[in-house]
T-cell receptor, first 117, second 113 residues
Framework: EPEVTQTPSHQVTQMGQEVILRCVPI?????FYWYRQILGQKVEFLVS????????KSEIFDDQFSVERPDGSNFTLKIRSTKLEDSAMYFC???????????????FGPGTRLTVL | GESVGLHLPTLSVQEGDNSIINCAYS??????FIWYKQESGKGPQFIID?????DKRQGQRVTVLLNKTVKHLSLQIAATQPGDSAVYFC????????????FGKGTSLLVTP
């Protein structure tokens, strides 16, 4: 069964450093998302991406965040200068089409645990 | 702002019993309401969704009920099994949110033998 994959599974970085989290969405999907989950809290939307541009972003997704689809398979989230409060699980998700004919399930990856020291 | 939240943070049930997990929402413009399951160390996994113009939908061992009058959503799990132990999140998804999922806080379901 196709699945979303994410690397690395755990990333430890120093405050102020740049990190890139990588995702490989399901191959025929068109919409890609990043979410984060601070320990013990709910999953929060960061950004959605379609047709090589950002479709929507939340208030969390400020100027220190960026996303990119550098090739036909990878989808990355970059945090330019990490802060302690960026420590969280980051989930990538993808879906085939934006709900034109009904709800399109978002498939989530296993997540990358980011620890900022 | 708009929010989706849960009534109970934890629920403990015995194996074989039925479980009911509740959720309140405030965004009346949502097209869909969805339940996700998250096992420890994993990403959220889709369980079932319901469109806003429906009030009930059944899946395999699960039923979702939507009460738009009181803005309440529930997930019923029949004959709960140990493998059902996880955190359950309700979420809403609508055109005015760009199809991003807005998750509630989660209910931890513990199934005891």
């Amino acid at each position: 069964e196709p699945e979303v994959t994410q690397t690395p599974s755990h990333q430890v970085t120093q405050m102020g450093q740049e990190v890139i989290l990588r995702c490989v969405p399901i191959s025929n999907h068109l919409y890609f998302y990043w979410y984060r989950q601070i320990l013990g809290q709910k999953v929060e939307f960061l950004v959605s991406f379609y047709n090589n541009e950002i479709s929507e972003k939340s208030e969390i997704f400020d100027d220190q965040f960026s996303v990119e689809r550098p090739d036909g398979s990878n989808f990355t989230l970059k945090i330019r200068s990490t802060k302690l409060e960026d420590s969280a699980m980051y989930f990538c998700a993808s879906t085939y089409l934006e709900g034109a004919a009904g709800f399109d399930e978002q498939f989530f990856g296993p997540g990358t645990r980011l620890t900022v020291l | 702002g708009e929010s989706v939240g849960l009534h109970l943070p934890t629920l403990s049930v015995q194996e074989g019993d039925n479980s009911i997990i509740n959720c309140a929402y405030s965004n009346s413009a949502s097209d869909y309401f969805i339940w996700y399951k998250q096992e420890s160390g994993k990403g959220p996994q889709f369980i079932i969704d319901i469109r806003s113009n429906m009030d009930k939908r059944q899946g395999q061992r699960v039923t979702v009920l939507l009460n738009k009058t009181v803005k309440h959503l529930s997930l019923q799990i029949a004959a709960t099994q140990p493998g059902d132990s996880a955190v359950y999140f309700c979420a809403e998804n609508g055109r005015n949110s760009g199809y991003a999922l807005n998750f509630g806080k989660g209910t931890s379901l513990l199934v005891t033998p």
